[in-house]
């Protein structure tokens, strides 16, 4: 699933994650600044703008399946 | 926070008096340091209004280590600018009260750059993020409006040159449409301004908007306000909108920003208080003292009420012609602490 393979290479994270489980904040590497290279790949691989509110509200992997949904992509 | 600039004097000074009275309740209970100097000074925990919330010294941030919550909570740490060699404030963040602080500056922004967000240019080097555990105030500023912006470009070299090739290319790209700029006050005054105008380039950015703050004191020896920073970095940028703001490290998150008249604006979860710097009482507008800030987003820590170092002056409170309620205000600058006597009387602006 190419979400998942996104978190894990923007992210670095080992096999040892469970990327389902996975939010904001909880992790060294998913802090504001990770969060901006997150939504900056989404964004190219999937060809989409996120708004402010999506961009903040994307707190979690789940919560990210949730608001890309809304954009239509496949993922 | 949907409607930062709607409130009106009373319905505000009821619901923020509320929050305020809450908060300093809740870091009475977990922070020791603050529960002490309250005793101490016998200060009513719960203010009768705003300008009676207790308020502590932003200077206090410098010295010791104040925080409500325990160290494993702790996500983040920022720290003040300050030159080599000073001593730094450091505010201790926990998750929720980053993310009340992020979420406080996207409502406050949304009236001035709207919901979709833009091609920004951020006029620094990346490097000032290195550090993720701990961000200067310029770090923090950066991570915090990078939010608005999207396909974020670094103007300057880590050598503090202009990455000229950058910016051309993307202009080329994004120049045709509405654009973010963002940086620092004396960053850009030093490091963009005068650079162009030394080389004699004129730029012509007249589709951005550019955020701009961090005060003023690194620019003293220039002798610059507001007001024709604003103008010349419209002639040699040309960029048509700058929009300045006041907020510090203490406080991120609820800051002011400059209207379209040139004064900056309170919004509805934060205040300004001017005070007279040797009595400390409350003045009236349209007289110059110290700026005390009120904020109801700092859980973590006890900032929600700060006495600064910078002097201002309230200029009128829900009738600025821009339209935005609220206090609307001007800040003069830091004026070294030999010279603070007396100055409340030599200064006086329009009310």
Redesign the interface.
């Known amino acids: 699933m190419k979400l998942k393979e996104i978190f894990k290479e923007v992210l670095e994270l080992d096999e040892t994650v469970n990327i389902e489980e996975l939010e904001y ?1 909880t992790i ?1 590497q998913w ?3 990770g969060h ?1 290279s997150l ?2 790949e989404l ?1 190219d691989v999937f060809d989409i ?5 999506d ?2 509200d994307m ?1 979690s992997f789940s919560k990210a399946k949730e608001i890309l949904g809304k954009y239509d992509v496949v993922f | 926070m949907k409607e930062p600039f709607h409130l009106e004097k009373t319905e505000k000074e009821i619901i923020l008096l509320e929050k305020l009275n809450e908060l300093s309740e809740l870091h009475f209970n977990a922070c020791e340091a603050y529960s002490k100097m309250i005793k101490k000074s016998e200060q009513e925990i719960i203010a009768k209004s705003i300008i009676d919330v207790p308020f502590l010294p932003v200077q206090l941030f410098k010295s010791m280590e104040l925080k409500s919550i325990p160290d494993e909570e702790v ?2 740490v920022l720290t003040s600018s300050g030159t080599s060699g000073q001593t730094v404030s450091k505010i201790y963040l926990d ?1 929720n009260t ?2 009340s602080q ?2 406080a500056l ?1 409502s406050l922004m ?1 009236p001035v750059l709207g ?3 833009l091609p920004m240019i951020i006029l620094d080097t990346k490097s000032v ?1 290195k550090n ?2 701990s961000f200067s105030a310029r770090g923090a500023g950066i ?1 915090g409006f ?3 912006g ?3 470009f670094y103007a300057l070299n880590d050598d503090m040159t202009l990455d000229y090739d950058g910016l051309k290319k993307f202009m080329d790209e994004f120049g045709h449409q509405k654009i973010l700029m963002f940086g620092f006050t004396f960053m850009i005054w030093k490091y963009v301004f005068k650079k162009l105008k030394e080389q004699r380039i004129k730029l012509d950015f007249n589709n951005a908007i550019l955020i701009h703050g961090g005060g003023w004191k690194k620019l003293s020896d220039e002798a610059i306000d507001s007001l024709s920073f604003n103008q010349q970095i419209k002639e040699q940028l040309g960029i048509s909108e700058i929009h300045n703001y006041y907020g510090m490290v203490e406080q991120v998150g609820s800051i002011f920003i400059e209207c379209k008249e040139g004064y900056l604006h309170s919004p509805s979860y934060a205040d300004v208080i001017i005070r007279d710097p040797i009595s400390f009482e409350n003045v009236r507008n349209g007289v110059l003292g110290l700026i005390q800030v009120v904020s109801e987003l700092p859980r973590s820590y006890p900032g929600h009420s700060l006495l600064t170092e910078d002097l201002g002056t309230i200029i009128g409170e829900d009738n600025c012609k821009c339209g935005w309620k609220g206090k609307y205000f001007t800040v003069l600058g830091r004026i070294p602490k030999a010279e603070i006597r007396g100055c409340s009387d030599t200064f006086q602006e329009g009310e």
């Open positions: 904040n060294p802090d504001s600044i901006m939504i900056a964004e703008m996120l708004d402010t509110d961009v903040l707190s | 996500v983040k998750k980053a993310i992020t979420k996207v949304k919901e979709k967000r993020l993720r555990k991570i990078s939010n608005f999207r396909k974020h």
